[in-house]
Nanobody, 118 residues
Framework: QVQLVESGGGFAQPGGSLRLSCVASGSIFTINTMGWYRQAPGKQRELVALMTSGGTTNYADSVKGRFTISRDNAKNTVYLQMNSLKPEDTAVYYC????????????WGQGTQVTVSS
């Protein structure tokens, strides 16, 4: 059982920045993948960025060069630094956690709202 708590969402102007944080607690395997998905109203949840405990990253093409994912494995925390924000980044952002076991479903945070508008 893993619990994920997100923070850092809010309002930003186009071109501005926000930093999201997600802290995992509970029965955490050291080998895992954590990251972020987002979902706007009427749209499917989509990958934003993922990072393995070994340091491998994957980004959606729409955020490459603007967003940076990072981890502090000792704190079981993943971050998403979002720069050069655009209105189309507006969505609920969900933290994601999946350990190495193939028979386990991923865990999800409750979500944090990010709104980008002028």
């Amino acid at each position: 059982q893993v619990q994920l708590v997100e923070s850092g969402g809010g309002f930003a102007q186009p071109g501005g920045s926000l930093r999201l944080s997600c802290v995992a607690s509970g029965s955490i395997f050291t080998i895992n993948t954590m990251g972020w998905y987002r979902q706007a109203p009427g749209k499917q949840r989509e990958l934003v960025a993922l990072m393995t405990s070994g340091g491998t990253t994957n980004y959606a093409d729409s955020v490459k060069g603007r967003f940076t994912i990072s981890r502090d494995n000792a704190k079981n925390t993943v971050y998403l630094q979002m720069n050069s924000l655009k209105p189309e980044d507006t969505a609920v952002y969900y933290c994601y956690h999946k350990d190495f076991r193939t028979d386990q479903y991923p865990y999800w945070g409750q979500g944090t709202q990010v709104t980008v508008s002028s």
